[in-house]
């Protein structure tokens, strides 16, 4: 069995061997380091405007959304045609933002950061 060394005081961490002014150093030390956040994983982004973190520019800020025509607006027209309503009631889907894909931009450098395909 191995024994257990002599207690030695040099190795002694209390704060008894600190001063006022090495704690202060100490203290700037921790609390200086910046916190880097994430950018904002483009899964995680819904239909309305959210608060993200650019790639591009690291700009924490609300997101700018656009809605734009996407394929279920396509099968929504493809599914009007076949059931017969094909003189322009099959246009309608293209007019629903429910159907529409969002994507969401970049407040400060317009940069696309991701697109919601719900």
Known sequence: MAQNP???STFDTGKD???NDTMIKLKFL???QPVQKPPTDPRTLG???TICICRSCGHEGMSTVKKVSGSRNLMGALGCVC???WLGCCLIPYNM???KDTM???ASCKKLIGVCKH
């Open 6 to 8: 002599a207690y030695d």
């Open 17 to 19: 061997h600190l001063n």
């Open 30 to 32: 921790v609390s200086s």
């Open 47 to 49: 239909r309305e405007s």
């Open 83 to 85: 059931i017969g309503c």
């Open 97 to 99: 933002d429910s159907l």
């Open 104 to 106: 969401h931009s970049c």
